[in-house]
């Protein structure tokens, strides 16, 4: 059974910055694409990140460029996401999702999630 499991968030002031942690259970995490999603609340669930299998590609959201950088390490079947500058915008549940692939898309992210998270709150107080 395929268990994701994240870490990391809490309450932080604007321009602070958190540290988010994913870690997979039961996955043949070589072959996934690993991707962060947020989801503001009242609002949809959106890709904020995501990094090749062998870390060779990172793609983000506009909203989080030159802010938030994406990391994996295969040999702990881990992804990371360190978030800096945060902005209360960046409020929301942060997702952590094993991919098949991630593109760039007119929309955003365009992720095919295989694997959910249960989702780790993320608050940033103005």
């Known amino acids: 059974q395929v268990q994701v499991v994240e870490s990391g968030g809490g309450l932080m002031q604007a321009g602070g910055s958190l540290n988010l942690s994913c870690t997979t259970f039961?996955?043949?995490?070589?072959?996934?694409?690993m991707a962060w999603f947020s989801q503001a609340p009242g609002k949809e669930r959106e890709g904020v990140s995501c990094?090749?299998?062998?870390?060779?590609?990172?793609i983000y959201a506009d909203s989080v460029k030159g802010r938030f950088t994406i990391s994996r390490d295969n040999a702990k079947n881990t992804m990371y996401l360190q978030m800096s500058s945060l902005k209360p915008e960046d409020t929301g549940m942060y997702y952590c999702?094993?991919?098949?692939?991630?593109?760039?898309?007119?929309?955003?992210?365009?992720?095919?999630?295989?694997?959910w998270g249960q989702g780790t709150q993320v608050t940033v107080s103005s």
């Open positions: 039961g996955l043949d995490y070589d072959n996934y694409a």
């Open positions: 990094i090749a299998w062998n870390g060779d590609e990172k």
């Open positions: 999702a094993a991919a098949s692939t991630c593109t760039v898309t007119m929309d955003g992210l365009g992720v095919w999630v295989e694997f």
